[in-house]
């Protein structure tokens, strides 16, 4: 019998990047799939709801904190083994997700390059298809292992199950909190080569001199651009370094609506990216841009990154109001210039 420490009034702060919001009236640390089968079992005979907390990467916690139990994923290990010509890499969703892309790079496994340097854990990783710098997790998940919190039961289920899209899944959109992510499986190629043809690793890469890239390559090149925007959490000294990264997600329009976009914008170089079921994606950060707004523009104690448009950045002081407001006032001026209303990437917890 799983014994559960169940702790009172936890300080969610400290456990996101973010580093704003209040506390979680129940908190328990999870380190094996049992004790998350205890505590959905706990929540569930209290009628308190549950959330999963990875590495608070992702989430916005509202400052009156969360009615509910935060289950911390701390479930660790991994397992490799060959299959169809390529790895079957089985990771716990407490494994940290850069540590896992650095080992697959080592191995020579080819799959994850190009998402070096994401925070977080991965667990979290299937729950908003992580991506960047033309790879997503979906082009490698296989299945995922979860806790059917309906059901009670521990399931694998297949990528096709897992509805995965643009910054989004099954887990995301249809049913948020129904499934936690125990383990995740990614299927990926020894020896394959890397994913390259992305603008910005193309640059970098030729600045370097780099003709044929390796693996390693193109993770150092993915590391080197994302520092330059303060997307890697590993200088404590970066005055950007307090975020959530891309604080919204880049529009996907119908066709006929990119058009009147790009008519309001009166501007033939908007950045444009058709997509294979006819709509168009344009640039989140473009358009907050050209609505006005400057990279480190401030509102008191919360701003935009001075190296990243999309990333709005707590300072001392800050609170998730803050945060909240200077993102509406962002989310305003974009679609008073351009009619498009953005949406925030990140979670938001304990907002009415
Ligand atoms: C500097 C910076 C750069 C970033 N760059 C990128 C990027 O390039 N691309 C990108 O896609 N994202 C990026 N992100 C966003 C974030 O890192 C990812 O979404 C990451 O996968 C979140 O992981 P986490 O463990 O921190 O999740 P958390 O923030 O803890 O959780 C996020 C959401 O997922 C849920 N969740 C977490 N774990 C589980 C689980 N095991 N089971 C069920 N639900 C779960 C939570 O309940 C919450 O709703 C960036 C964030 C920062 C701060």
Redesign the pocket.
């Known amino acids: 019998m799983t014994e559960l420490v169940v702790r009172e009034r936890v300080p969610l702060a400290p456990l996101?990047?973010l580093g704003v919001g209040g506390q979680a009236r129940w908190f328990v640390e999870a380190r094996d799939e049992a004790s998350v089968v205890a505590a959905h079992a706990w929540a569930r005979a209290r009628g308190v709801s549950l959330?999963?907390?990875?590495?608070?990467?992702?989430?916005v916690v509202a400052d009156a904190g969360v009615e509910a139990l935060v289950v911390q994923?701390a479930l660790r290990g991994i397992d490799a083994h060959a299959a169809d010509g390529g790895v079957s890499v089985t990771v716990a969703?407490g494994e940290p997700?850069d540590a896992l892309v650095q080992a697959t790079i080592e191995q020579d496994w080819a799959g994850l390059e190009c998402?070096s340097g994401?925070?977080?854990?991965v667990?979290?990783?299937p729950?908003?298809?992580?991506?960047?710098y033309g790879q997503e997790v979906s082009d490698t998940v296989s299945a995922v292992r979860?806790l059917d919190t309906e059901s009670g039961a521990v399931t694998m289920l297949p990528a096709a199950a897992c509805g995965f899209g643009y910054?989004d899944s099954a887990?995301?959109r249809d049913a948020?909190?129904r499934?936690?992510?125990?383990a995740v499986t990614y299927r990926l190629i020894p020896g394959g080569p890397p994913t390259v043809g992305y603008a910005d690793v193309d640059r970098h890469l030729a600045r370097q001199g780099t003709g044929a890239p390796t693996l390693r390559d193109v993770r150092r090149a993915v590391l080197a651009i994302?520092r330059g925007k303060?997307?890697?959490?590993d200088d404590p000294s970066d005055p950007n370094r307090r975020?959530?990264?891309?604080f919204f997600l880049n529009p996907i329009l119908e066709a006929d609506a990119a058009a009147t976009v790009t008519a309001r914008a009166g501007d033939i170089t908007m950045p444009r990216w058709p997509q294979a079921d006819g709509r168009v994606k344009l640039s989140a950060a473009w358009l907050i841009e050209h609505a006005g707004f400057a990279r480190g523009e401030r509102a008191g104690p919360v701003g935009l990154s001075t190296r990243h448009t999309l990333?709005i950045v707590a300072h001392d002081g800050a609170r998730t109001a803050d945060v909240l407001a200077f993102a509406r006032r962002i989310q305003d001026g974009v679609e008073g210039r351009f009619g498009v209303r953005l949406t925030p990437?990140?979670?938001l917890?304990g907002h009415a």
């Open positions: 996101t990047t959330r999963v907390l990875g590495g608070g990467s992702n989430v994923l969703a997700w998402l994401i925070p977080g854990l667990g979290a990783t729950i908003q298809n992580v991506g960047a979860v910054r887990f995301k948020p909190g499934w936690i992510v125990l994302r303060s997307m890697v959490l975020s959530c990264g891309s990333a990437e990140p979670v917890w």
